[in-house]
């Protein structure tokens, strides 16, 4: 289903569509974390990957729950830009041969999915919201909060020593 097809006649319709392109992601995002973990040598990042995955996987059963809340089965949407983020940091990653360079270019495509999620989530958020649904905008903004944990920590170890090792 594309974003603005026919398919999507009603708020309801937008919602659930932007509730399967994050799950989605997120799936990808648990495909591709394992990855960069072996990727990593900042032991440092390695962990906070490592982490974030842990967390990943809690996001997808937040997500499974919201499906739950809506009487709807788990169902992902194909997700391009996640696909695309995905696919730049591989190329990115796969150019790069100094170890230092690598973890500063790791730690900035794990941003961009990061900020790819927050804003997924803060739309679907204020949409629970507005929709009358405040148990699943309270299960979602673990998950917000999470994500942003995780971009503040990786904005850390980049400022304090990838960039400047780079």
Known sequence: MALFSKDIQSMDDLYLHTL???YYAE???EKALPKMIEKASSEQL????ESHLEETHEHVARLEQ???????SPKGATCPAIDG????????AGDIGDADVLDAALAA?????????????????????EMGRSDCADILSKTLAEEK?????????????LNKAA
């Open 20 to 22: 399967e392109d994050i």
């Open 149 to 161: 944990a995780a971009d503040d920590k990786l904005t850390q170890i980049a400022e304090q020593r």
């Open 109 to 129: 495509a794990a941003q961009a999915v990061e900020h790819y999620e927050m804003t997924r989530y803060g739309t679907l958020i204020a949409w629970s919201k």
């Open 66 to 72: 919201v499906f739950g809340l809506l009487g709807r």
């Open 27 to 29: 799936q990808q995002i």
């Open 85 to 92: 983020i995905i696919k730049e940091s591989n190329e990115i």
């Open 46 to 49: 390695r962990s906070g990957f």
